[in-house]
C-alpha cells in the first residue's frame, strides 16, 4: 500500500530555514507528480508546492514562491521542501500528497511552528 512518511519540522524562529522529507513507498515513484500541501491552525488544507514526475515541472502557492523549493530524489523515492526566510504564518502541520490511481494519499504530517 501506498506511504508517506514525513519528517524534519520543528521550531524555527522568523527568517530561519527548514527543509522537510518525504519518503515514499507502495508505489511507482517516477509515475506520479508529488505535492506538498500545509494545513494551518483553524484553516484549511492549502496547496503549497508540486512537483512533476522527473522534476522539470514545479509549482508554487504565491505565499511560498521564492521562499520555498520542492524537488525530489527518484532514487531514494524522496520528495523535500526547502524552506527559507520563514515567517509567522508558514506555522502549519504539513502533509505530502501523491494521487496514485485517483486517490489521494496522505501522510501523517509533521509540524512546522514559526516563532520567537
Known amino acids: 500500500q501506498v506511504q508517506l512518511v514525513e519528517s524534519g519540522g520543528g521550531l524555527v524562529q522568523p527568517g530561519g530555514s527548514l527543509t522537510l522529507s518525504c519518503a515514499a513507498s507502495?508505489?511507482?515513484?517516477?509515475?506520479?507528480?508529488m505535492n506538498w500541501y500545509r494545513q494551518p491552525p483553524g484553516k484549511e488544507r492549502e496547496l503549497v508546492a508540486s512537483i512533476n514526475r522527473y522534476g522539470a515541472f514545479t509549482h508554487y502557492a504565491d505565499s511560498v514562491r521564492g521562499r520555498f523549493t520542492i524537488s525530489r530524489d527518484n532514487i531514494k523515492n524522496t520528495v523535500y521542501l526547502q524552506m527559507n526566510n520563514l515567517k509567522r504564518e508558514d506555522t502549519a502541520v504539513y502533509y505530502c500528497n501523491a494521487r496514485v490511481s485517483r486517490v489521494d494519499n496522505w501522510g501523517h504530517g509533521t509540524q512546522v511552528t514559526v516563532s520567537t
Open positions: 507502495g508505489f511507482i515513484f517516477t509515475s506520479y507528480t
